[in-house]
């Protein structure tokens, strides 16, 4: 598993699609567009009344608040957040109800948040490159 860290390299890299999600205090979580005014992120970031767009919180490219949530089930950590206001970003493209078989090969994730146990947040989001896994 390989990992950059939040160097001028890792905030460089064009992800527009990834946000930082958070509040006035700060950002504290990430987020993935999925349409031009809804976000998808975790259930454990609410509440959350802003993201930011870019790939350094210290300078946004934009920035929309946060107008609605919706929860995922119970159980399920997973929320979707409804802006003010539409991100002029395109939303990268998803598996399809043909998709059957499990994804195989490498992940890439990326986020904001805490860089290490000691919850010190980071600017620039990180890079994790990882094996996939099939669910079971």
Known sequence: VGRTSA???ACADPFH???AVGRAAGMHCSGVVVAPRRVLT???CLPATRV?????VRRPR???AVTGTVSGPEGADVALLELDKALAVTPRARR???DVSAPMGLVRMMGFGAADTKGRAVACWQDV????????
């Open 17 to 19: 699609d990834v946000v």
């Open 42 to 44: 975790a259930k454990h």
């Open 62 to 64: 934009a920035a929309a």
């Open 52 to 56: 930011i767009l870019g790939d350094d």
């Open 129 to 136: 490159l990882g094996p996939s896994f099939r669910g079971t």
């Open 96 to 98: 399809g109800p043909r």
């Open 7 to 9: 160097s001028s390299a």
